[in-house]
């Protein structure tokens, strides 16, 4: 990525508003898309029209690979921060979620000291609008909030904003699908299933016959933290929460215990911060922040975004209720 290419994933929105339904049946559109969906990654030497258009349909095909290239994009990027202006990050961002200069608050009675840890304030209800934690982490009661608002380093705010693309995307993609014709959309979701069987969900000997009593989507998942890809937060989420629930419920280990063997899990992938990592599995585990333990996503959840390797033929509602079918299944007697 060039310095110059910065704003390709900012500028989604303005491209967009000058493209019409029929740019979509493009070749070069279509080309785009599978290659996104191959690679997780945008081509070089490709328009700025056709990855939007690209993007916003692989928004309702297959979002999980929009959050592959965005989770890769922010990586970048944060590599990056240090050395762009923060009026720079400052335009870019507060498009797509607006907020204020934490400097200007001072005059607001907002206490000088908070200059000093953070960067932005981001009103709370664009906060909750915007930010549905596809990449972005952090749950509003890990935040430091007064006088309504959210406070964030440049380094959170380009997350959030990132990940406030992506909801506006995928709200976009969801009023389009009844105008696209059925034709594209067999065709990119034939795609999106055979590279997501054959790549970096691949998996081997799942179902009955399968001496793991994991569920393929967590049997593929575990596979690619192993070799340390690049998952996005919500397949991270999908691990963290069903390893937590199987290793106290199944393996009768104490909360500690379990939060301590998940953490270990995320070892080899390429931001692991063994810090935060911790704090983010005690908050699933309801040990800190909202004090809730999560359960994890249900199979219909899991499938809309492409996380179900087997499109449902595990025929269960919950990747739990998988462990549950197995233990109770031929191999095990």
Request: hydrophobic share 40%; proline share 6%; aromatic share 14%.
């Amino acid at each position: 990525m060039y310095y110059r290419d910065i704003p390709i994933l900012f500028n989604i929105k303005r491209v967009l508003e000058y493209a019409y339904i029929d740019d979509l049946y493009r070749d070069s559109v279509l080309y785009t898309a599978k290659y996104i969906i191959k690679n997780r990654d945008i081509p070089k030497d490709t328009s700025f029209a056709d990855i939007s258009l690209a993007i916003l349909l692989l928004s309702q095909i297959h979002p999980i690979t929009v959050h592959y290239v965005f989770q890769k994009y922010g990586n970048i990027l944060e590599r990056l921060l240090p050395y762009l202006p923060t009026s720079y990050i400052y335009e870019l961002c507060s498009d797509w979620l607006p907020a204020i200069l934490v400097e200007r608050l001072i005059v607001e009675k907002i206490s000088p000291r908070l200059v000093v840890f953070y960067d932005i304030a981001v009103p709370i209800a664009n906060f909750l609008r915007n930010v549905k934690h596809r990449v972005y982490p952090k749950k509003l009661v890990e935040h430091y909030v007064a006088r309504g608002f959210v406070f964030m380093t440049f380094r959170d705010y380009v997350w959030a904003t990132l990940d406030s693309i992506i909801t506006w995307l995928e709200e976009k993609s969801r009023k389009l699908r009844p105008y696209l014709p059925q034709t594209l959309l067999e065709e990119l979701e034939r795609e999106a299933k055979y590279i997501t069987y054959y790549t970096h969900l691949q998996y081997q000997d799942y179902g009955r016959n399968s001496r793991s009593i994991h569920p393929p989507c967590i049997q593929t998942l575990l596979k690619a933290l192993e070799d340390g890809e690049d998952l996005p937060h919500y397949a991270r989420f999908v691990v963290a929460s069903y390893m937590l629930h199987y290793l106290v419920k199944y393996e009768k280990k104490n909360i500690e215990e379990a939060v301590k063997t998940v953490v270990q899990l995320f070892k080899n992938v390429p931001d692991f911060d063994e810090k935060k990592t911790r704090y983010q599995v005690q908050h699933i585990a309801g040990l800190v922040g909202g004090r809730k333990f999560y359960l994890p996503p249900n199979c219909n959840e899991l499938r809309s975004l492409g996380l179900c390797p087997v499109d449902g033929k595990c025929e269960v509602k919950n990747p739990l209720a998988y462990v549950l079918k197995m233990l109770k299944g031929p191999w095990r007697r």
